[in-house]
């Protein structure tokens, strides 16, 4: 790239890797690691961070949709790929042309899924996912056995694991996670009673650092290996390194007079003469637009509040604080900047949202920058 782009994450990729190594280390040998890099390695760019992952010792890849998984084969990698979301029977076909391992929800998709693999010619592994509280898709475990009893039916398809997914394991109470993994141990314990299954899994990135009973066979962190807490409520002693920085460039400052609004609603009036300045980033980019007045973004060091609401494809900043803001000037919106740090959780609560969805909300238009490895 010859010019370097006004908006651009800076994705480290060593941070991956150390990351990656990190939880392996933490879960031991007995386990299994498989990177979740759904919806785009949350924003971070999967197919780099995927290649990452596995080059530091992940052996699988995990994503939620067949089309994430067919992103991952065409850039030509060959690790097993699991799909974790719910997919209507019309996918299949390329689920199994790409050899992508299918969590199987029900029957009329484990049918589609076994004519394909058919006509294939061949077998192609499945998981179930063990629904023990997320209340989204998977079996009860009431209709567990008679589910694979259906599945195991079908010769084309072999049944390789079960699943479950926690609703609280990032809360301080335990509880309920506890309750969902004793409740899937006693559904796998009574299945495995009649099947064969190979691998049983559970643990998102918060058990990883807080329930070390639940990792099984496999654990499948997300937002750890992005160097991201789940929340402020788990154990940080895994020292995780974030990944990605979200850089954009200063374009026009000058000073508007006691009165004058700025951006759409005129939601900000200048109460005195205010420096501002402008940064080409905005929704469309993937800043949330309640970062409105609120938010604010490094300049040289230091602190500018974002002035106005945010629009499509700008901000404005107040830099009057700031000595020397000029055109070009680099401005940080996630990461840090000399002595000072913008978190994707500081950026979460100006947004009332959480870090996954500060980091997964940055759109394509963003130049993804990889740097490391
Ligand atoms: C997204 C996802 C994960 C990863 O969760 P994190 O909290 O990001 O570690 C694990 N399992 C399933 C089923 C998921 O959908």
Redesign the pocket.
């Known amino acids: 790239m010859a010019i370097t782009p006004t908006n651009f994450a800076v994705i480290d990729l060593d941070a991956i890797a150390y990351n990656v190594a990190a939880l392996k280390a933490r879960v031991g040998p007995g386990a299994a690691l498989w990177a ?1 890099v ?1 919806a785009n390695a ?1 924003g971070h760019g999967a197919v780099p961070v995927a290649r990452a992952a596995l080059a530091a010792g992940a052996s699988r890849l ?1 994503v ?1 949709r067949i089309r994430e998984g067919v992103e991952l084969r065409q850039a030509g990698i060959e690790a097993p790929i699991l799909v ?2 719910y997919h209507l029977p019309n996918e299949a076909e390329a689920a199994v042309a790409h050899d992508l391992i299918m969590t199987v929800n029900d029957v009329a998709f484990a049918r589609a899924l076994d004519d394909q693999a058919r006509d294939a010619g061949k077998t192609t592994p499945i998981h179930v ?1 063990v629904d023990t509280g997320m209340g989204r898709f998977g079996l009860l475990p009431e209709e567990l056995l008679d589910f694979l009893e259906s599945v195991t039916r079908f010769p084309h398809l072999e049944l390789e694991g079960l ?1 479950t ?1 926690f609703a609280t ?2 809360e301080p109470d335990k509880g309920f996670a506890r309750q969902q993994f004793a409740m899937f141990r006693y559904a796998a314990f009574l299945a495995r009673d009649r099947f064969e299954i190979p691998m049983l899994h559970a ?4 058990a ?1 650092l807080d329930l070390p009973e639940t990792y099984l066979d496999a654990v ?6 992005y160097g991201l807490y ?1 929340s402020g409520e788990v154990s940080m002693d895994a020292a995780l390194r974030p990944a990605l920085t979200l850089v954009s460039h200063v374009g026009r400052v000058r000073t508007l007079p006691p009165g004058a609004s700025v951006s759409y609603g005129r939601a900000f009036i200048a109460r005195r003469h205010t420096r501002v300045a402008l940064l080409p980033i905005g929704y469309g980019d993937g800043i949330h637009r309640l970062l409105s007045n609120r938010g604010q973004v490094l300049i040289r060091g230091q602190r500018a509040p974002i002035i106005g609401r945010v629009c499509m494809d700008n901000i404005m900043v107040d830099v009057s604080a700031i000595e020397g803001v000029q055109e070009g000037d680099e401005a940080v919106l996630i990461g840090r900047q000399g002595d000072e740090v913008i978190t994707a959780e500081e950026v979460a609560a100006w947004a009332q949202t959480i870090n ?1 969805e500060v980091t997964t909300a940055l759109m394509p238009r963003v130049y993804r920058d990889f740097r490391g490895r």
Do not use: E, L
């Open positions: 979740v759904k949350y995990a939620a974790m979301g996912k699943w997914h394991a990032d643990a998102n990135s918060a990883i499948r962190p997300g937002i750890a290996i789940p996954y």
